[in-house]
């Protein structure tokens, strides 16, 4: 049995997504914006999320603690996100965008995924709807 590991699908997921942090990350720096891909990715979560506790950007993120607490204090030193103490459970804090982080997001949103549609090009809507359900598919299967 012969087995091409650059023709399986972990090997080709783990490199797209290689590749798409890499160019998240010369996007940024092109732009001389000081934030980092993992740093963009946890600032849209608090953004959807509203007031996310930092245990559930942990989940999302699939990072550790430690890490997600260091990005939200780079996402702080920007000004782009702010901590509380959560009133319902004094031990833990809530992470929430502030309007300096809306108006991040607002401003360079449009032109990162004006970037991003280049990197579907040769995929149509309906290509790019599929695979976004199987990977979703798949993500399910890997955190049962």
Do not use: C
Request: no cysteine; hydrophobic share 40%.
């Amino acid at each position: 049995m012969r087995y091409e590991i650059e023709e399986t699908a972990g090997y080709l997921v783990y490199r797209v997504g290689r590749l798409l942090r890499f160019r998240a990350a010369q996007f940024f720096r092109e732009r001389d914006i000081a934030i980092s891909p993992e740093q963009w990715a946890l600032l849209l979560q608090i953004a959807e999320k509203g007031e996310p506790v930092m245990s559930d950007l942990v989940d999302r993120t699939v990072n550790d603690h430690p890490n997600v607490t260091r990005l939200v204090g780079g996402l702080e030193r920007l000004g782009y996100t702010k901590r509380t103490t959560n009133p319902e459970d004094r031990r833990s804090q809530l992470i929430s965008i502030t309007p300096a982080g809306e108006l991040f997001i607002n401003q360079v949103l449009p032109e990162l995924i004006s970037e991003k549609a280049a990197f579907f090009e040769g995929l149509d809507q309906n290509d790019v709807t599929i695979l976004i359900k199987n990977l979703k598919v798949i993500l399910g299967n890997l955190v049962k």
